[in-house]
């Protein structure tokens, strides 16, 4: 065989390599906009995260005949403090949960970053995801599966100017003051 040849195996080869079988990574839909899904949602908030924690018991309610220690998916629950309401009702208090597995929609909250975020249905809020498309019985109340597409914008800092005028833009959108005023943070 000649070099030419070989390396055109070789190159062939891996290429076959690279070409997935099957897609795992979430995706949000083709249709997808930071303008619909605020416009979709039932409440939209501005947050600050202050903590995120495994949530190994809802975990083991959602992934029963899993071994949580396989790493199928695993939740965490987002601490928040709740900035101002864009859209909806503050009174709510929903409790945020990322789900960490393949092709879950894993946000990876960090504390102290903030967050724009619009929920379309917090009751059940499905992910699009094999484990966790049906949400068990006995599901807690106001608890929400966030994933990338219910993240409009992030920043570590409110003071930055994209992330101001992705806020700007969503309160255009909603045309609805919020009930919260900014922190100081």
Known sequence: MTAS?????????GLILLVPSRVTAYQCPPDWSAQRAVEAAKYVYLIRATNVEYAEALTRTVVPDHDVDAGVIKLSEVSYDLLEVLKGDGSAALRLIDPAGIGVGFVGFVPGYYYIIAIAN???????????????????ANTVVVSI?????????????????????????????????????
């Open 5 to 13: 040849r070989t390396i055109c195996v070789v190159l062939a080869a």
């Open 122 to 140: 917090p009751i059940a809020n499905p992910v699009g995801s094999e484990v966790l498309d049906d949400l068990p019985p006995g599901w807690p």
């Open 149 to 185: 597409c219910d993240v409009v914008a992030s920043a570590a800092s409110l003071k930055s100017d994209t992330f101001q005028a992705q806020l700007a833009r969503v309160r255009s959108i909603t045309k609805q003051t919020g009930r919260y005023p900014l922190s100081n943070q």
